[in-house]
Nanobody, 126 residues
């Protein structure tokens, strides 16, 4: 079992930056690959980024590639999402998720992840 708690969301102007954090507890954090997803009102949950268990490999959605950076600190059991050049289309609730599958290349589907946080709201004003 892994418990995940996101933080760092808020209101930011277009062009601004935010850093989200996701703190894990309850199990060996370094045994899990991690992902970030987001969900805007009326839309399906959307893949944002993924990082492998060691932090050596990352994957990004096309919509955020080059603007967002995912990282992790296994000593702190925390994963981060640095978001730059934010635009109103990035407005959503952002969720972190943990996957016990550390070998399969992710396809960006929510069902690939086993545990989820409660989400943190990010609002980008124009």
């Amino acid at each position: 079992q892994v418990q995940l708690v996101e933080s760092g969301g808020g209101l930011v102007q277009a062009g601004g930056s935010l850093r989200l954090s996701c703190a894990a507890s309850g199990s060996t954090f370094s045994s899990y690959a991690m992902g970030w997803f987001r969900q805007a009102p009326g839309k399906e949950r959307e893949f944002v980024a993924h990082i492998n268990s060691r932090g050596s490999t990352t994957y990004y959605a096309r919509s955020v590639n080059g603007r967002f950076t995912m990282s992790r600190d296994n000593a702190k059991s925390t994963v981060y999402l640095r978001m730059n050049s934010l635009n109103p289309e990035d407005t959503a609730v952002y969720y972190c998720a943990a996957s016990a599958d550390t070998t399969t290349v992710p396809r960006g589907r929510p069902d690939e992840y086993d545990y989820w946080g409660q989400g943190t709201q990010v609002t980008v004003s124009s």
